[in-house]
């Protein structure tokens, strides 16, 4: 299992990203994807997961409304649509799947992988 985030850079408070994770090694659509952020001094946070056949998608509050998540099978990339950018929305940000069920909308499952993180900062 490979996964590879690319998407992050400096933006401006209100602007827009696309966060993109290639994958490859294994049937991203029998996986459930998700997307955690780690900023500086903060515990890891859990923004944003998908399973399988969308019939579950969890948003943290501080991204509800303004972050979308989704997948493309045909090109085995998910991605993170960021709107509304704020400064607390600096971090890096890290794609994950696992193969376990995600039976909740509720919160992510513990992701068995993750990439290696792309820096976003929100910055006037």
């Known amino acids: 299992v490979q996964l590879q985030a690319s998407g992050g850079g400096l933006v401006q408070p209100g602007g827009s990203l696309r966060l993109s994770c290639a994958t490859s090694?294994?049937?991203?659509?029998?996986?459930?994807v998700g997307w955690f952020r780690q900023a500086p001094g903060k515990e890891r946070e859990d923004i944003a997961c998908?399973?399988?056949?969308?019939?579950?998608?969890y948003y943290a509050d501080s991204v509800q409304g303004r972050f979308t998540i989704s997948r493309d099978k045909s090109k085995n990339t998910f991605y993170l649509q960021m709107d509304s950018l704020k400064p607390d929305d600096t971090a890096v940000y890290y794609c994950?799947?696992?193969?376990?069920?995600?039976?909740?909308?509720?919160?992510?499952?513990?992701?068995?992988?993750w990439g290696q993180g792309t820096l976003v900062t929100v910055s006037s």
């Open positions: 994950a799947v696992d193969a376990r069920p995600m039976y909740t909308a509720n919160y992510c499952p513990d992701f068995t992988y």
């Open positions: 090694g294994f049937a991203l659509a029998d996986y459930v």
């Open positions: 998908n399973s399988v056949r969308d019939s579950n998608i």
